[in-house]
């Protein structure tokens, strides 16, 4: 398992080729605006391979062949067919302000800037789901929680009285039953309007 790459971090940079005027790519902030055109060699590449940046017009047209420090910012999934376990896995771009920078500076705004962030999240293996949890089963007794007590009561009396007399009933439910009703004070089935009487006498 490896480490999750940070959110931002801090390179140096340094233009091969720059446009001599200026692109309408949206910018860092996503907004679209007049930005400089450059090319110059991925720092997080180990291969070196070349990309092209944009900074906003507001910053002064970059030198050739001169070294940059900037702060880049790393989309939250990495690039197609990538697991992003490397830096080179994603698509990173210069943030907003955080061009031509000292290199302390931009190694100070990059800390910060993850600081503030949430952790950044390992990205899922692409084609593999997240795992469900198993759906439980939903069951709902018709007893509330004071008859259930009472009911499981009923059942040792009941489990009690088949042990000692070493009589096996054809429906132990029965036996419950009839217990449970004993305890509650509510009639067996097929009793008369007399004992319902009583009980609710009991009851009040």
């Not at 398992?1 to 005027?21: F, G, R």
């Not at 291969?47 to 939250?76: C, D, H, M």
């Not at 692409?126 to 018709?142: C, E, I, T, V």
């Not at 059942?155 to 004993?182: C, H, Q």
């Amino acid at each position: 398992m490896y480490a999750p790459i940070p959110m931002v971090k801090a390179w140096s940079l340094t233009p091969t080729s720059v446009a001599e005027t200026m692109s309408s790519r949206p910018g860092p902030d996503g907004n679209p605006g007049m930005q400089w055109q450059l090319d110059a060699a991925q720092p997080w590449s180990p291969q070196g391979f070349v990309s092209k940046f944009w900074i906003p017009q507001t910053e002064e047209k970059p030198t050739l062949n001169q070294q940059y420090w900037a702060v880049f910012r790393r989309p939250a999934q990495p690039r197609a067919g990538k697991d992003g376990s490397a830096d080179w896995d994603y698509n990173w771009r210069i943030i907003e302000g955080g061009w031509n920078l000292a290199m302390d500076n931009a190694l100070s705004m990059a800390t910060a800037m993850n600081e503030s962030a949430p952790p950044p999240q390992m990205p899922l293996p692409q084609g593999n789901p997240a795992p469900q949890l198993a759906q439980q089963p939903q069951w709902r007794s018709p007893y509330t929680k004071d008859e259930l007590i009472v009911r499981q009561v009923a059942g040792k009396i009941a489990g009690y009285l088949v042990s000692s007399t070493v009589i096996m009933p054809e429906n132990f439910e029965e036996w419950t039953d009839r217990y449970y009703r004993i305890i509650m004070g509510y009639p067996d089935e097929g009793e008369g309007d007399a004992n319902a009487s009583e009980v609710s006498d009991i009851q009040q």
